[in-house]
């Protein structure tokens, strides 16, 4: 497609909406052009401040060996070097990306680990059986730098929410925190709709998914949200149901 063919679709951002105006179907095939053609961007090397903070963000979930990571809009993997640096074994990784060169660069860099073209929206339970057969599902599933170009924040939460073991967890992240987001929001809302969730919205999302707030860092160039599934209503012996 040439670039003068694409048109964008309309989108109207105000602030706490949860989509942006139009349809879904051109909104991600924009998102996956733009991130296309910016691959060179992604792929040169981060600044080492920027890199000491993802760092912080994946070290803040605590994974180990057998942890099952989902990297949602892992991009060139930035994410993936983390992963393996904390001892997570590559079998155990998933990156998922829209955007077709975006993962041709990750898994230049990490061909071992395993990467899927998709919208995080359309991967359910059981996960596609092309898949890493070891992972039925998912104790960590990360948004790093990429929450604010959801489509619709709630439904990409709640997609997580289903990929996730009972004990999952689903971090938030952005190492130039909100600030940052909103400016390219202001700049490019085609690209990124949504900012990052303040405290209020952030317990929205998770009264409608079933979530909480483990741990909340939201700072103007630092965010890192952690959130748990909370036990599922739970049928005792004489049938009585039960929340933790
Ligand atoms: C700014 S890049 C961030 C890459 C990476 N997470 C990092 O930390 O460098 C955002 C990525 O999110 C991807 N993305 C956007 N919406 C997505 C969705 N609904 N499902 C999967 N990936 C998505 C884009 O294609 C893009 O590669």
């Given amino acids: 497609m040439r670039r003068t063919d694409f048109i964008l679709p309309k989108v109207v951002c105000r602030m706490g909406k949860s ?5 879904k179907p051109p909104y991600i095939q924009t998102q996956r052009q733009y991130f296309d053609e910016r691959v060179d961007f992604f792929r040169a090397p981060v600044p080492a401040a920027i890199q000491a903070r993802t760092r912080r963000i994946v070290e803040s979930a605590g994974l180990r060996e057998k942890s099952r990571v989902l990297d ?9 070097a983390h ?4 001892g997570v074994s590559q079998e155990n990784i998933v990156g998922l990306d829209l ?20 919208d995080i929206a359309d991967v359910g339970l059981p996960l596609p059986k092309e898949f890493p057969a070891n992972i039925e599902c ?12 959801m489509w619709n924040q709630q439904e990409a939460v709640m997609a997580a929410v289903r990929l996730l073991d009972a004990e999952g967890l689903i971090v938030i992240s952005h190492p130039l925190g909100a600030r940052f987001v909103d400016s390219l929001r202001r700049n490019e809302p085609h690209i990124v709709p949504h900012q ?18 483990v741990s909340a860092d939201i700072q103007d160039d630092f965010y890192l949200v952690i959130l748990r599934k909370k036990a599922e209503w739970l049928e005792t ?7 933790e």
């Avoid at 989509?19 to 349809?23: A, F, I």
């Fill in 83 to 86: 992963f393996l640096e904390f």
């Fill in 19 to 23: 989509t942006p105006d139009g349809e």
């Fill in 99 to 118: 955007s077709q060169e975006m993962l041709r660069g990750a898994k230049s860099r990490f061909p071992d680990v395993f990467f899927c073209q998709s």
């Fill in 138 to 149: 998912f104790d960590v599933v990360f948004f790093n730098a990429c929450f604010g170009n």
């Fill in 196 to 213: 990052l969730p303040e405290r209020e919205k952030l317990e929205a999302l998770c009264s409608e998914s079933n979530l909480a707030v």
């Fill in 72 to 80: 949602v809009g892992t991009g060139v993997g930035v994410l993936v």
């Fill in 237 to 243: 012996a004489n049938g009585t149901a039960h929340n």
